[in-house]
């Protein structure tokens, strides 16, 4: 019992260890990546299977993207909000949803953003890592969400093939020192801080049409220019990614952790606010 108290300590700070990714630096390989696999319809399904939307059902989703997964609550909801800062993402965002009635689009960073307005969900989606203090965003999540809502954080589990590359190439070439957010790590974390989550995970398929694809989103598999750097990061990657071939594809099985748990007064998450 003790031993697992300690074990889920340490995995909240391995979770303030973990990597902080620069989205101007992946955002082009992101939407590269976006046109290959099934991922947008998949996940979409399951995070409206987890939040059961229903006509007065209020959302706020950050780091809201292209807006798949508004477009799609929307359409069950009484009204979203998406949280918005990418100059790129921001007007495809504003486009689609332009005449909209009940989507309302917020282009701060989340770390700017504020409202009086709790909300019945508070969705991110792969966009932990994009935050330097992963538990004050998780905090700030929770103090959005109206008492009894629910909080819903998506993030890669250990067990899909695109993490575990991942962790192969940091092993191999990196010595291990790089740290990624995981579905597994987070669950732990919030353990420790007396919230009880529920995890639901989520298969997806990527088909990257050849090696050259796959080898040119460097930095989005590897966060390695593969291109402008040491050789050997190429070869290591390109060892890994020729594991996952099949005829000349690249197919690599991602599987997403959904992490979500319900507000209440007592969780110790309030106190990680910076
Ligand atoms: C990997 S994308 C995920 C997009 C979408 N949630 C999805 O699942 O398709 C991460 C998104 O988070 C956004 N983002 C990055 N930093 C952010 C911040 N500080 N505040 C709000 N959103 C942020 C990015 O602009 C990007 O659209």
């Known amino acids: 019992m003790r031993q697992e108290t300690a ?6 700070n391995l979770l303030r260890q973990a990597e902080t990714i620069r989205y101007d630096d992946i955002s082009r390989d992101n939407r590269r990546f976006d046109q290959y696999t099934d991922e947008k319809t998949l996940l979409t399904q399951r995070l409206i299977e987890v939040l059961n939307p229903n006509s007065t059902t209020t959302v706020l989703d950050i780091g809201a993207g292209e807006g798949y997964f508004l477009a799609e609550m929307s ?64 905090a700030k999540m929770a103090s959005f969400a109206r008492e009894g809502g629910l909080v819903v954080i998506v993030a890669h589990s250990i067990l899909g093939r695109q993490y575990q590359i991942l962790e192969q190439f940091d092993r191999q070439f990196r010595r291990g020192r790089l740290l990624h957010v ?44 593969l291109d402008n750097q040491d050789p050997m990061a ?41």
């Open 7 to 12: 074990d889920h300590k340490e995995n909240c």
């Open 75 to 138: 359409k069950l909801a009484h009204r979203c909000t998406g949280v918005e800062p990418d100059p790129i993402m921001l007007e495809r965002l504003l486009r689609r949803f332009l005449g909209s009635h009940n989507v309302e689009i917020d282009r701060r960073r989340f770390e700017d953003f504020q409202t009086e307005e709790r909300f019945d969900a508070v969705v991110s989606a792969h966009t932990l890592s994009f935050f330097e203090d992963k538990l004050a965003m998780i």
């Open 182 to 225: 995981s579905a597994e790590l987070l669950c732990g974390c919030l353990e420790s801080l007396g919230v009880v989550p529920k995890m639901d995970r989520v298969l997806t398929k990527t088909i990257l049409p050849s090696l050259d694809i796959a080898l040119s989103l460097g930095y989005f598999l590897f966060r390695q220019d």
């Open 234 to 274: 190429k070869k290591t990657a390109m060892s890994l990614l020729l594991r996952n071939m099949v005829n000349h594809e690249v197919q690599i099985d991602t599987i997403h952790g959904v992490v979500s748990f319900r507000k209440t007064k007592d969780s110790k998450l309030e106190d990680k606010r910076s």
